[in-house]
């Protein structure tokens, strides 16, 4: 939402941290649809179950997605104030989901790409943007 929101707000450059690490996304809709399959299968009680779409993306590369389907030609700069200090920063966070398809045969349903463009386009509502604080960096 941060780097989506500094776009549809008009910036040209956007200060970031890290690009290396990579994240495992999920779309909000599947998460409640994967929510609504582990409420609705008794299997599932007492089970630590991981929504998860089993792939990930470095934020670099997600930077670029988002660019790309907001047709941006936003710069992207480095800024050693958003580098989490030493050993503190997560670089890889996979989701493995096969408890959940095999308790539930709930599997997500969106891409991540579609994911991102839905995200966007929500984001691309005045009415939603305005309700972000795009121009503060909160650590």
């Known amino acids: 939402p941060t780097i989506i929101s500094q776009i549809a707000s008009g910036l040209k450059k956007i200060k970031l941290g890290d690009l290396t690490p990579t994240r495992d996304f999920n779309y909000v809709k599947d998460i409640c649809l994967g929510i609504l399959a582990i409420a609705e299968t008794?299997?599932?009680?007492?089970?630590?179950?991981?929504?998860a779409s089993n792939c990930e993306i470095s934020i670099e590369d997600t930077l670029k997605l988002i660019k790309e389907i907001m047709q941006s030609d936003v710069q992207f700069v480095t800024d050693k104030q958003r580098i989490r200090p030493e050993n503190s920063e997560v670089f890889r966070l996979l989701g493995d989901n096969k408890l959940i398809r095999d308790l539930t045969?709930?599997?997500?349903?969106?891409?991540?790409?579609?994911?991102l463009t839905e995200t966007?386009?929500?984001f691309m509502d005045s009415n939603n943007l305005k309700k972000y604080k795009s121009n503060i960096y909160n650590r």
């Open 42 to 51: 008794n299997s599932t009680v007492g089970k630590e179950i991981n929504i």
């Open 120 to 122: 966007i386009n929500w």
């Open 105 to 115: 045969n709930f599997s997500p349903c969106y891409t991540f790409h579609q994911g």
